[in-house]
């Protein structure tokens, strides 16, 4: 390798070891999603059988909160949907125009999931409100009937995604969905207690707005997440100065500049540093080595994906300057 420009792409999973490749992508390995596919499709028949038997046991009941909770179920459904949609389209093999192949479109799937919940949080907050000013009789036994159904459902789907969204935001906004109609199922059968042992009817559209207040906010956190991966930004648990001051304790390592990380989907963490050494390090120890070093360095102190060096000599830096201007 020529000493002003020396390349190499390095794998390392943290805690596995280290190694070279060379596949591109996604597609090479799958994305973190892929692996958990099975569940979404369980989850996804669960949720729509759940969402039939709620809209038929609001519309017997006249619960608002039935009714808002099969709402949110029939946006869960679609945003599964959209889930195992986008991991198909995420583990496509890489081409020579996408050479990442389709893996963005796992955090896109997540981002349509964001703006879906936002809607039907908004939606039932309204419709609460409206309930409130026009009240209507609910029928408390059919509401705790349905609303138990919804709540065992909802936790069998949770139990399956439990695993999976610690790994892919994508799994995560689906995780996020179910839990928060596990939680809007737990809001109908207290309302329709309330409403059995009281009478009080104010109790339903009361649940409805728990439910959308329980869904706004833990929306808001996946968009935000998934906001950083879209904007490029570094991944939470890679400490951007402590790679540098690890790249810099090598021997013979001077500066390093150019110094990148950011997510291309869960899973995927990417880095590339431009790294300066030294003449006599280039010399003495080579390139080979020095890059095997970084690969090591990283490797075991960083879950970092895919690394990018290139070895520069002492000056290179400043000559890549005016080939800019």
Known sequence: MAPGGATERAVSHMGAGHHHGHAHGAGAAGT???AHRGTL???????????????VGGLLADSLALVADAAHMATDALGLGMALLAIHFANRPPSRNRTFGYARAEILAALANCLLLLGVGGYVLYEAIQRFLVPAETQGGLMIVFGAIGLVANSVSLMLLMRGQKESLNVRGAFLEVAADALGSLAVMISAAVILLTGWQAADPIASLVIGLLIVPRTLKLLRETLDVLLEAAPKNVDMDEVRAHILALDGVEDVHDLHAWTITSGLPVLSAHVVVTSEALNAIGHEKLLHELQSCLGDHFDVEHCTFQLEPTGHAEH??????
């Open 41 to 55: 499709r369980i989850a996804l028949s669960i949720t729509l059988t759940v969402m039939v038997v709620e809209i």
């Open 320 to 325: 890549e300057a005016r080939l800019c201007h």
């Open 32 to 34: 973190a999603a892929a």
